[in-house]
């Protein structure tokens, strides 16, 4: 499904993946919401931290913490190729609002260019309309709070 939601262009649709093959598969199924302004965002992907990536992170270093917000570091994994990009993009207003965010939520956001892609990972939404408008509430809150800390981000020159 695709049209306007809140004042912002969005895209909903169901997916489904498959890991392993023959006994050893496991299929998921998730709903996703893309939404797309013209505002520029870094790539990036957020997501729920565990304790594998803690150990991960030891060897590669790839998840951006913020010294300021110890209980988001700890919460969520925020990594891409642009560290000041998403430092500029992350900022104290949008971090308080994602530290906010129910923890047994696991949201997954990515960004890049002008689309937030949201979803909560093996976890489709019913198909009724009460569940998709309650779906549809809670990704555009989160859009709009992302799209509203891109004041003063450009879009790089390559």
């Avoid at 649709?13 to 498959?18: E, I, Q």
């Avoid at 569940?131 to 790089?156: C, E, H, M, V, W």
Wanted: avoid cysteine; aromatic fraction near 14%; charged fraction near 25%.
């Amino acid at each position: 499904m695709a049209g306007s939601f809140a004042g912002l262009t969005v895209s909903v649709f169901d997916y489904r993946y498959t890991t392993g093959s023959g006994k050893d598969s496991q299929t998921y199924d998730q709903t996703v919401a893309a939404f797309s302004q013209e505002l520029w965002l870094p790539e990036f992907e957020l997501r729920p931290e565990n304790f594998l990536d803690r150990i991960g992170d030891h060897f590669t270093h790839t998840d951006i913490d913020f010294d300021l917000f110890p209980e988001f570091s700890r919460r969520f994994l925020l990594r891409g190729p642009s560290e000041d990009g998403i430092r500029k993009l992350f900022s104290a207003a949008l971090i308080q609002f994602l530290q906010m965010l129910p923890e047994d939520a696991k949201w997954h956001i990515e960004g890049s260019s002008t689309t937030l892609v949201l979803y909560l990972s093996d976890d489709a939404v019913p198909a009724d309309v009460e569940s998709y408008r309650a779906f549809l509430d809670n990704t555009s809150q989160i859009a709009k709070a992302f799209f509203s800390s891109t004041d003063g981000l450009t879009k790089p020159v390559r």
